[in-house]
Structures are given as C-alpha cells and as structure tokens.
C-alpha cells in the first residue's frame, strides 16, 4: 500500500509559480513511477507528468512542456511538481498517484491517488 498526500495548491496570478509537493508512505513509495494528473470543471482528467523510481528520468505533458518539471526526493518520499509562467488554463484540481500497471501518462493504470490540491491561477 502506498499513501498519497499532495500539498502546496493556492491561488497565484497568470506568470507566477507554484511548487506542489505530494508526500509518499509505505514500504513500496520509493520504488514506483510517480505521477502528476489535473482536472479542470468540466473537463476529463488528463496527465501532467511523470517521474521514474529513480527520478532518473522524466514525463511532461505537451501543454506544460517548458513550464512544469516534476522531480522527487527518495530520501524524504517526495515528489515535487514546480509549475512556472502559469496560465488562467492551468487552473484545475492536481492530483498525484503512484504505481501505474504499464506506461506513466495513463491515469486509469496507477493504483494509489491522492485527494488533490486546488490549484487557481487568475488572469
């Protein structure tokens, strides 16, 4: 079992930052690909990026790519997604899951998420 709890959402204006953290728990959290996912009102859940176990190498989206960078931190169980330039359309619930099935950008293939962070960014 792997527990998720994601931190760091808020309300930042258009071109600002924000690092989300998400803390990891359980025997297995240092060994699983780890992922960013958002979801918008209305809208379907769609990948953010992604992080090796190793953090050796990285996932981003197209619609972030340049702007958001997701690492992690093994010895304190943490993945970290730094979100630059931000956008009224990057405004959505982030949620971070871990131990997907198959590939990293498919949500329906992780088997732990977290509850989400809210994430608005104003023009």
């Known amino acids: 079992q792997v527990q998720l709890v994601e931190s760091g959402g808020g309300l930042v204006q258009a071109g600002g930052s924000l690092r989300l953290s998400c803390a990891a728990s359980g025997r297995t959290s240092s060994s699983v690909t780890m992922g960013w996912f958002r979801q918008a009102p209305g809208k379907e859940r769609e990948f953010v990026g992604a992080?090796?176990?190793?953090?050796?190498?990285?996932w981003t989206a197209d619609p972030v790519k340049g702007r958001f960078f997701v690492s992690r931190d093994n010895v304190k169980n943490t993945m970290y997604l730094q979100m630059n330039s931000l956008k009224p359309e990057d405004t959505a619930v982030y949620y971070c899951?871990?131990?997907?099935?198959?590939?990293?950008?498919?949500?329906?293939?992780?088997?732990?998420w977290g509850q989400g962070t809210q994430v608005t960014c104003s023009s």
């Open positions: 992080v090796s176990r190793n953090g050796g190498y990285t």
């Open positions: 899951a871990a131990d997907p099935v198959s590939g990293p950008t498919k949500g329906d293939d992780y088997r732990y």
